[in-house]
């Protein structure tokens, strides 16, 4: 696939190592010429010096025979010009934008997509928080994502010692499920491993459990944890992220206090996060944290834009009795060190992007993609169509030929959530089924129900 990326700042940075590393055919404009000679150093990429408003950049980037182009620039008009030209000189070019202004996404002066020739307006800022907001609703230790719009979550949370997790095999443990929840894999360290029914785990290890919404007490309990439920939240950092967060969770109902550096942001966020404390300060030291903590505030987010300060904050927060803490980490190579602190979730910008694209990238019936790890693997979402290939319908799941390094893990029909069974349950028409995948066989398991 013929991909051009437009910016090469943390998030196109990301994205192009992420889509070179699957061989995909990438082209990156950046108008620094020293990121720009940077990347080409370190990426097999074809890196253009040049601007989104520059429709010769743009050819040389081979816009006239490109499949995606996505904007991902930090200014929101250098973006919408670099999709909307891409669509005007190659209509079957799909596009994805990023904008900032949260005003361009909500509200009286949202943008229409589709009117603009855009395929997918996204931010960051709010995927991040959308993540947060998700963590923080979810009761027990790690986190949680939401999938097939709310029907279906995958839960990953941590093995303690007590826990039955630490026991039983998988087939034992499957006994005890729930009867719409399965154990698809785990992460240990910097591996992912896809689960059999023999396997077993160890403690530390995160499980990786797919079920619906209403099983996430059952799952909780067989794993010995006692249920949290948040209301008092502090945001360290109040930059953009922070803004999204802050003003998503007070609609909620959380009672919210952000702690910002600089003191114009935080007059300027206090002006307009009417319903939340906004206070100047670090907030990372260990004293400033331990007050906020003592103070009441269960759970902490920082989400400052700096890796090292941001993890050594979650850290802190942690070490000081927080219930539940959650660090913006771009680099997800900090994710061992992060699971082994006790720290609940690591959020990314970049991958928070990548999980909106990918099924973009992805040439088969892709609904949407959910990274695991630091992209060690991917959960899929495919959807068959009504006349699916015959190699995928008339035979047990457990007879299909998926790559090794794969598996399915629940399939949706007709709103129904099913587990499979290998040996009786055949796939149907209009099937949604979320498999689970390393990184290394994504490609083949996309060729197998493309």
């Given amino acids: 696939m013929h991909i051009i990326i437009v910016g090469a700042g943390r998030v196109g940075g990301n994205l192009a190592r992420m889509l070179a590393e699957e061989q995909q055919d990438v082209y990156v404009i950046e108008q620094d010429e020293k990121v720009a000679r940077e990347l080409d150093d370190q990426l097999d990429v074809q890196v253009i010096h040049g601007t989104g408003f520059s429709r010769a950049a743009l050819f040389r980037a081979g816009v006239n025979k490109a499949d995606l182009l996505l904007a991902v620039t930090h200014s929101d008009e250098t973006n919408l010009i670099a999709a909307m030209t891409a669509e005007r000189i190659s209509p079957n070019c799909r596009t994805v934008c990023r904008v900032r202004d949260p005003r361009f996404l909500r509200g009286t002066d949202a943008l229409n997509a589709a009117e603009y020739g855009v395929d997918l307006l996204i931010s960051p800022e709010q995927a991040v ?3 947060v907001v998700n ?3 979810y009761d027990g230790p790690g986190q949680v994502s939401s999938l097939a719009g709310g029907s279906l ?13 630490a026991f039983g095999s998988i087939s034992e443990l499957s006994a005890e499920l729930p009867s719409h929840c399965t154990i698809v894999g785990a992460l240990s360290g910097n591996e992912l491993r896809i689960t059999t029914d023999t396997d077993r785990f160890q403690v530390g290890d ?5 079920c619906v919404p209403g099983e996430i007490n059952d799952v909780l309990r067989l794993g010995g ?12 950092g109040g930059g953009d992220t922070g803004e999204h967060v802050a003003s998503a969770l007070s609609r909620l109902k959380f009672d919210v206090t952000v702690v910002e550096h600089d003191m114009e942001r935080a007059e300027a966020i206090a002006a307009k996060l009417e319903k939340c404390t906004v206070i100047h300060g670090n907030g990372m030291l260990p004293a400033e944290m331990d007050e906020h903590i003592r103070d009441g505030h269960q759970a902490v987010a920082v989400l400052v834009d700096d890796d090292s ?10 070490y000081y009795g927080a219930e539940k803490v959650i660090a913006r980490v771009g680099n997800q190579d900090y994710g061992a060190i992060a699971r082994n602190a006790g720290i609940d979730a690591l959020i990314s910008p970049p991958r928070a992007m990548a999980n909106s694209i990918l099924h973009f990238v992805r040439k088969s019936r892709t609904v949407s993609t959910t990274m ?19 190699k995928l319908v008339e035979k047990p799941v457990g007879k299909l030929k998926l790559p090794e390094g794969s598996r399915i893990g629940v399939v949706i029909r007709n709103d129904e959530i099913i587990v499979p069974d290998p040996e009786t349950t055949q796939l149907e028409p209009g099937d949604h089924v979320f498999i689970v995948a390393l990184r290394s066989v994504v490609a083949k ?5 493309g």
Avoid at 153 to 165: D, N, T
Avoid at 309 to 318: D, E, F, H, M, P
Avoid at 372 to 390: A, S, T, V
Avoid at 445 to 449: A, D, H, P
């Fill in 206 to 210: 995160r499980v990786l459990v797919l």
């Fill in 225 to 236: 944890s006692d249920p949290v439920h948040i209301k008092r939240v502090l945001l360290i």
């Fill in 445 to 449: 398991v996309g060729e197998l129900f």
């Fill in 309 to 318: 300060k941001s993890l050594l904050g979650a850290i802190t927060a942690k």
């Fill in 129 to 131: 928080a959308e993540q």
């Fill in 153 to 165: 979550v995958m839960m990953e949370f941590p093995v303690q010692p007590h826990s039955a997790f």
């Fill in 135 to 137: 963590v923080l609703q």
């Fill in 372 to 390: 695991l790890g630091n992209h060690l693997g991917e959960l899929i979402d495919f959807e068959l169509d009504q006349r699916p290939p015959k």
